[in-house]
């Protein structure tokens, strides 16, 4: 979970915390931490449901419109002859 931090690591900032903190405001900012963490996995997990529910949403259309053995049109089509779309025809450039 802390990569490459080790206990010794964890013990030396707990220690730095205490010193600065307190041992009555310690317990608070914990407490606080934890909660901002909870809040934190609750709202990607929101994010998550939402962003999945989308997607099945738009796939669900795309199948609607396109239905099964229809053939997906070429690129580009055939009428643009070639060319994207949009772009002049350029003659040579100055000689």
Request: hydrophobic share 35%; no cysteine; charged share 25%.
């Amino acid at each position: 979970m802390f990569g490459s931090i080790g206990l010794p690591e964890i013990l030396l900032i707990l220690a730095i915390a205490l010193l600065v903190f307190g041992p009555r405001k310690l317990p608070e900012m914990g407490r606080a931490l934890g909660r901002a963490i909870a809040e934190f996995r609750k709202g990607s997990q929101d994010l998550k449901r939402t962003l999945e529910s989308d997607l099945r949403e738009v796939e669900e259309a795309a199948r609607v419109q396109d239905p099964p053995g229809s053939e997906p049109l070429p690129y580009p089509p055939p009428d643009a002859g070639g060319k994207p779309p949009g772009k002049p025809e350029q003659g040579p450039g100055p000689s």
